[in-house]
Nanobody
Framework: QVQLVESGGGLVQAGGSLTLSCAASGYIFGDAAMGWFRQAPGKQRELVAS???????NYAESVKGRFTISRDNAKNSMYLQMNSLKPEDTAVYYCNFLRVTIPLFSWGQGTQVTVSS
């Protein structure tokens, strides 16, 4: 059974930084693309960053230049470095394995990121 555990969220002022972590188990981590999603209150969940098994990355326009996605296959972990945070980045952040841009498994509990102005 695939398990996804996100951590690292918190409350930060606008302009600040946070690093999110995703610990994954139950799947062949090194062979799969992964992504970070977020869901703000009243909005649909959106993909903000993705990384292939080979390390190629892609970002939503809204976070490009501010967020950096990375992975450590030896640790079955993925990260999201978030800089220059804005109040509109406030959301619950989730990780998942991907097929192209489609999440493959049930969601974890997510981690709340709140950016105050």
């Amino acid at each position: 059974q695939v398990q996804l555990v996100e951590s690292g969220g918190g409350l930060v002022q606008a302009g600040g930084s946070l690093t999110l972590s995703c610990a994954a188990s139950g799947y062949i981590f090194g062979d799969a693309a992964m992504g970070w999603f977020r869901q703000a209150p009243g909005k649909q969940r959106e993909l903000v960053a993705s990384i292939t098994s080979g390390g190629n990355t892609n970002y939503a326009e809204s976070v490009k230049g501010r967020f950096t996605i990375s992975r450590d296959n030896a640790k079955n972990s993925m990260y999201l470095q978030m800089n220059s945070l804005k109040p509109e980045d406030t959301a619950v952040y989730y990780c998942n394995f991907l097929r192209v841009t489609i999440p493959l498994f049930s969601w974890g509990q997510g981690t709340q990121v709140t950016v105050s102005s």
